[in-house]
Protein backbone atom coordinates (compact mmCIF):
# COMPACT_ATOMS: atom_id res chain seq x y z
CA UNK A 1 0.00 0.00 0.00
CA UNK A 2 1.20 3.42 -0.72
CA UNK A 3 0.63 5.84 1.81
CA UNK A 4 1.45 9.09 3.91
CA UNK A 5 1.24 10.05 7.30
CA UNK A 6 1.16 13.28 9.28
CA UNK A 7 1.01 11.92 12.80
CA UNK A 8 0.52 15.66 13.89
CA UNK A 9 -2.89 17.39 13.36
CA UNK A 10 -2.00 20.79 14.62
CA UNK A 11 0.89 22.66 16.49
CA UNK A 12 0.77 25.51 18.07
CA UNK A 13 4.26 28.05 18.55
CA UNK A 14 5.04 31.35 19.44
CA UNK A 15 6.93 33.56 17.06
CA UNK A 16 10.62 32.97 16.61
CA UNK A 17 10.24 29.23 17.66
CA UNK A 18 11.08 26.42 15.58
CA UNK A 19 9.38 23.75 14.08
CA UNK A 20 9.02 20.61 12.75
CA UNK A 21 6.32 19.24 10.91
CA UNK A 22 7.02 15.28 10.46
CA UNK A 23 5.68 13.19 7.53
CA UNK A 24 6.08 9.35 7.09
CA UNK A 25 5.69 7.55 4.07
CA UNK A 26 4.88 4.15 2.58
CA UNK A 27 5.89 2.60 -0.69
CA UNK A 28 7.18 -0.18 -2.56
CA UNK A 29 8.61 1.62 -5.13
CA UNK A 30 12.06 2.54 -5.71
CA UNK A 31 11.74 5.55 -7.95
CA UNK A 32 9.25 8.36 -6.07
CA UNK A 33 8.77 11.59 -5.41
CA UNK A 34 8.24 13.56 -1.80
CA UNK A 35 6.50 16.91 -1.93
CA UNK A 36 5.26 19.64 0.73
CA UNK A 37 2.85 22.04 -0.11
CA UNK A 38 1.42 25.18 1.88
CA UNK A 39 -2.21 25.98 2.12
CA UNK A 40 -2.93 29.38 3.37
CA UNK A 41 -6.56 30.31 4.62
CA UNK A 42 -7.28 31.32 1.36
CA UNK A 43 -7.34 27.98 -0.02
CA UNK A 44 -4.52 27.90 -2.83
CA UNK A 45 -2.29 24.97 -2.41
CA UNK A 46 1.67 26.39 -2.72
CA UNK A 47 4.00 24.52 -3.77
CA UNK A 48 7.22 24.74 -1.71
CA UNK A 49 9.20 21.87 -2.80
CA UNK A 50 10.34 18.27 -4.72
CA UNK A 51 12.39 15.74 -3.59
CA UNK A 52 13.44 12.79 -5.71
CA UNK A 53 13.78 9.17 -4.52
CA UNK A 54 17.44 9.17 -5.48
CA UNK A 55 18.60 12.37 -3.74
CA UNK A 56 18.85 11.81 0.27
CA UNK A 57 20.59 15.55 0.53
CA UNK A 58 18.69 17.85 2.98
CA UNK A 59 17.73 21.17 1.52
CA UNK A 60 17.47 24.88 3.19
CA UNK A 61 15.47 27.38 1.26
CA UNK A 62 15.40 30.54 3.98
CA UNK A 63 14.04 29.44 6.99
CA UNK A 64 12.86 26.59 5.84
CA UNK A 65 14.54 22.77 5.49
CA UNK A 66 13.40 19.45 4.82
CA UNK A 67 15.45 16.54 5.97
CA UNK A 68 14.89 13.11 3.96
CA UNK A 69 15.81 9.69 5.36
CA UNK A 70 14.78 6.68 3.05
CA UNK A 71 16.38 4.59 5.83
CA UNK A 72 12.77 5.52 8.09
CA UNK A 73 10.79 6.65 5.46
CA UNK A 74 10.37 10.13 6.69
CA UNK A 75 10.49 13.77 5.05
CA UNK A 76 10.21 16.16 7.61
CA UNK A 77 10.08 20.23 7.33
CA UNK A 78 11.86 22.40 9.86
CA UNK A 79 10.85 26.13 10.00
CA UNK A 80 13.17 27.95 11.49
CA UNK A 81 12.25 31.04 13.10
CA UNK A 82 8.52 31.19 12.79
CA UNK A 83 6.55 34.14 11.63
CA UNK A 84 2.43 34.59 12.15
CA UNK A 85 2.66 34.35 8.02
CA UNK A 86 3.47 30.76 8.09
CA UNK A 87 0.02 29.76 9.62
CA UNK A 88 -1.55 27.49 7.56
CA UNK A 89 -2.29 23.85 6.96
CA UNK A 90 1.06 21.83 5.48
CA UNK A 91 0.52 18.50 3.41
CA UNK A 92 3.02 15.51 2.83
CA UNK A 93 2.32 14.21 -0.76
CA UNK A 94 3.92 11.16 -2.27
CA UNK A 95 4.02 10.84 -6.12
CA UNK A 96 5.15 7.47 -7.38
CA UNK A 97 6.73 7.37 -10.16
CA UNK A 98 4.67 6.31 -13.44
CA UNK A 99 1.43 6.98 -12.02
CA UNK A 100 1.07 10.70 -11.98
CA UNK A 101 -0.93 10.81 -8.93
CA UNK A 102 -0.26 12.22 -5.78
CA UNK A 103 -1.07 10.80 -2.45
CA UNK A 104 -1.68 13.65 0.55
CA UNK A 105 -1.17 13.26 3.94
CA UNK A 106 -4.31 14.56 6.25
CA UNK A 107 -2.28 17.78 7.09
CA UNK A 108 -0.90 19.60 9.76
CA UNK A 109 -2.16 22.60 10.74
CA UNK A 110 0.49 25.23 12.33
CA UNK A 111 -0.68 28.50 14.49
CA UNK A 112 1.90 30.98 14.69
CA UNK A 113 0.90 32.92 17.67
CA UNK A 114 2.58 36.49 17.97
CA UNK B 1 5.43 30.79 -17.49
CA UNK B 2 2.25 28.31 -17.04
CA UNK B 3 -0.56 29.83 -15.23
CA UNK B 4 -3.55 27.59 -14.07
CA UNK B 5 -6.73 29.35 -13.41
CA UNK B 6 -10.02 27.88 -12.66
CA UNK B 7 -13.57 29.83 -11.65
CA UNK B 8 -15.92 30.64 -10.27
CA UNK B 9 -13.98 31.04 -7.10
CA UNK B 10 -16.97 31.01 -4.83
CA UNK B 11 -20.68 28.77 -5.36
CA UNK B 12 -23.81 28.72 -3.85
CA UNK B 13 -26.26 25.73 -5.09
CA UNK B 14 -29.30 24.75 -4.11
CA UNK B 15 -29.81 20.91 -4.12
CA UNK B 16 -30.66 19.07 -6.80
CA UNK B 17 -29.12 22.29 -9.60
CA UNK B 18 -26.53 21.46 -12.16
CA UNK B 19 -22.39 22.12 -11.68
CA UNK B 20 -19.65 23.52 -13.72
CA UNK B 21 -16.63 24.44 -12.71
CA UNK B 22 -13.92 25.25 -14.97
CA UNK B 23 -9.92 25.00 -15.17
CA UNK B 24 -8.05 26.32 -18.10
CA UNK B 25 -4.22 25.69 -17.71
CA UNK B 26 -1.86 28.58 -20.15
CA UNK B 27 1.39 28.31 -21.42
CA UNK B 28 2.05 24.48 -21.65
CA UNK B 29 0.56 21.88 -23.92
CA UNK B 30 -0.98 18.22 -23.40
CA UNK B 31 -0.68 18.91 -19.54
CA UNK B 32 -1.93 15.86 -17.08
CA UNK B 33 -5.01 17.51 -15.72
CA UNK B 34 -6.70 17.04 -11.88
CA UNK B 35 -9.76 17.28 -10.39
CA UNK B 36 -9.40 17.51 -6.21
CA UNK B 37 -11.56 18.10 -3.48
CA UNK B 38 -11.11 18.51 0.28
CA UNK B 39 -13.91 18.24 2.13
CA UNK B 40 -14.35 19.87 5.62
CA UNK B 41 -12.35 16.89 7.45
CA UNK B 42 -9.20 18.62 5.71
CA UNK B 43 -8.18 15.48 3.32
CA UNK B 44 -7.66 15.86 -0.39
CA UNK B 45 -8.94 13.16 -2.63
CA UNK B 46 -8.63 12.55 -6.24
CA UNK B 47 -11.72 13.04 -7.99
CA UNK B 48 -10.40 12.31 -11.79
CA UNK B 49 -7.69 12.91 -13.52
CA UNK B 50 -6.73 13.09 -17.05
CA UNK B 51 -4.19 12.44 -19.76
CA UNK B 52 -5.59 14.08 -22.83
CA UNK B 53 -8.05 15.24 -24.28
CA UNK B 54 -11.79 12.95 -23.97
CA UNK B 55 -9.66 10.70 -21.97
CA UNK B 56 -10.70 10.93 -18.07
CA UNK B 57 -10.03 8.56 -15.37
CA UNK B 58 -12.66 8.72 -12.15
CA UNK B 59 -11.14 7.60 -9.36
CA UNK B 60 -14.38 7.40 -6.97
CA UNK B 61 -17.78 6.52 -7.93
CA UNK B 62 -19.48 9.92 -6.96
CA UNK B 63 -22.11 12.10 -8.16
CA UNK B 64 -19.62 14.47 -10.47
CA UNK B 65 -18.10 13.72 -14.30
CA UNK B 66 -15.13 15.63 -16.35
CA UNK B 67 -14.76 16.65 -19.23
CA UNK B 68 -11.50 17.88 -21.37
CA UNK B 69 -13.10 19.35 -24.26
CA UNK B 70 -9.84 20.97 -25.45
CA UNK B 71 -5.78 20.40 -24.51
CA UNK B 72 -5.73 22.40 -21.00
CA UNK B 73 -9.58 22.77 -20.37
CA UNK B 74 -10.87 20.64 -17.78
CA UNK B 75 -14.34 20.51 -16.80
CA UNK B 76 -16.37 19.69 -13.38
CA UNK B 77 -19.94 18.80 -13.76
CA UNK B 78 -22.99 17.72 -12.04
CA UNK B 79 -26.34 17.38 -13.68
CA UNK B 80 -28.11 16.97 -9.82
CA UNK B 81 -25.92 18.42 -6.66
CA UNK B 82 -26.22 16.82 -3.50
CA UNK B 83 -25.47 18.13 -0.08
CA UNK B 84 -22.43 15.94 0.25
CA UNK B 85 -20.82 17.45 -2.94
CA UNK B 86 -20.40 20.77 -0.49
CA UNK B 87 -16.68 21.12 -0.47
CA UNK B 88 -13.61 23.31 -1.65
CA UNK B 89 -12.20 21.94 -5.64
CA UNK B 90 -8.96 22.42 -6.27
CA UNK B 91 -7.83 21.41 -10.20
CA UNK B 92 -4.32 20.80 -10.60
CA UNK B 93 -2.38 20.61 -13.91
CA UNK B 94 1.41 19.07 -14.52
CA UNK B 95 3.83 17.87 -17.65
CA UNK B 96 2.51 15.03 -19.19
CA UNK B 97 5.27 12.89 -19.57
CA UNK B 98 4.35 10.53 -16.05
CA UNK B 99 8.31 11.53 -14.88
CA UNK B 100 7.30 12.59 -11.36
CA UNK B 101 7.10 16.60 -12.00
CA UNK B 102 5.85 18.92 -10.06
CA UNK B 103 1.59 19.28 -9.71
CA UNK B 104 0.77 23.00 -9.41
CA UNK B 105 -2.24 23.58 -8.04
CA UNK B 106 -5.83 26.43 -8.94
CA UNK B 107 -7.04 28.67 -6.96
CA UNK B 108 -9.32 26.60 -5.69
CA UNK B 109 -13.37 26.88 -5.92
CA UNK B 110 -15.67 26.80 -2.93
CA UNK B 111 -19.19 24.94 -3.25
CA UNK B 112 -21.30 24.77 -0.65
CA UNK B 113 -24.79 22.87 -1.43
CA UNK B 114 -27.67 24.21 0.38
Known amino acids: AQKVTQAQTEISVVEKEDVTLDCVYE???????LFWYKQPPSGELVFLIRRNSFDEQNEISGRYSWNFQKSTSSFNFTITASQVVDSAVYFCALLPSNTGKLIFGQGTTLQVKP | SQTIHQWPATLVQPVGSPLSLECTVEGTSNPNLYWYRQAAGRGLQLLFY??????ISSEVPQNLSASRPQDRQFILSSKKLLLSDSGFYLC?????????????FGEGSWLTVV
Open chain 2, 50 to 55: SVGIGQ
Open chain 2, 92 to 104: AWTKGDLSGNTIY
Open chain 1, 27 to 33: TRDTTYY
